[in-house]
């Protein structure tokens, strides 16, 4: 059974910070990982994709990694601002269906002036 | 602008009068899904389907309904609604190959008193 597990729960920073939050998955063999972008009761913004065969995806000021054999994604944060407080959940399709999205518990960030 | 739209945004009502939240998509995907969000428990899969005239229960099915009489529309039906179904859904859509991802709705705020 595919268990999303995303580390730390909260963070608090500065601005200016760069930050690294942690997302893990317990069956390797995923399709694909997405990240997601969630401001309070609204919607959730796809950030990055990366796919099964990539090692990284980058956007602007976000980098995203894929260690499929440890089961480990990363999401870096370059130069945090107050606009990039919100809550970041990343995904994976259900193993051997592309038919379910299983998703972390998420990270809630705070970035405080 | 490709997108999934969701109506309404916000809706209050009462314990058995029914109601549908509707989905509609214009980027020619044929899967679409409905997820609930509730704190505590993330987002759980209510419903999805893999193409015209063909749908399937996620996680939590009890209470919904829906229907996918065209690829564009994927709308989710309440019978008769009740209290425990005060949430925020999200409607979703993607390629069935999955190789760009997740699109997701603005999300829908449902009361139910």
């Known amino acids: 059974k595919q268990e999303v597990t995303q580390i730390p729960a909260a963070l608090s920073v500065p601005e200016g910070e760069n930050l690294v939050l942690n997302c893990s998955f317990t069956?390797?063999?995923?399709?694909?990982l997405q990240w997601f972008r969630q401001d309070p009761g609204k919607g959730l913004t796809s950030l990055l994709l990366?796919?099964?065969?990539?090692r990284e995806q980058t956007s602007g000021r976000l980098n995203a990694s894929l260690d499929k054999s440890s089961g480990r994604s990363t999401l870096y944060i370059a130069a945090s601002q107050p606009g990039d407080s919100a809550t970041y959940l990343c995904?994976?399709?259900?193993?051997?269906?592309?038919?379910?999205?299983?998703f972390g518990a998420g990270t809630r960030l705070a970035v405080h002036p | 602008e490709a997108q999934v739209t969701q109506n309404p945004r916000y809706l209050i009502t009462v314990t058995g009068k029914k109601l549908t939240v509707t989905c509609s998509q214009n980027?020619?995907?044929?899967?679409m899904s409905w997820y609930r969000q509730d704190p505590g428990l993330g987002l759980r899969q209510i419903y999805y389907?893999?193409?015209?005239?063909?749908?399937d229960k996620g996680d939590v099915p009890e209470g919904y309904k829906v229907s996918r009489k065209e690829k564009r529309n994927f709308p989710l039906i309440l019978e008769s609604p009740s209290p425990n179904q005060t949430s925020l859904y999200f409607c979703?859509?993607?390629?069935?190959?999955?190789?760009?991802?997740?699109?997701f709705g603005s999300g829908t705020r449902l009361t139910v008193v």
């Open positions: 990366i796919q099964s065969s990539q």
């Open positions: 069956d390797s063999a995923i399709y694909n």
């Open positions: 979703a859509s993607s390629f069935l190959q999955g190789d760009y991802g997740y699109t």
């Open positions: 995904a994976v399709p259900l193993s051997g269906g592309y038919n379910k999205l299983i």
């Open positions: 980027m020619n995907h044929e899967y």
């Open positions: 389907s893999m193409n015209v005239e063909v749908t």
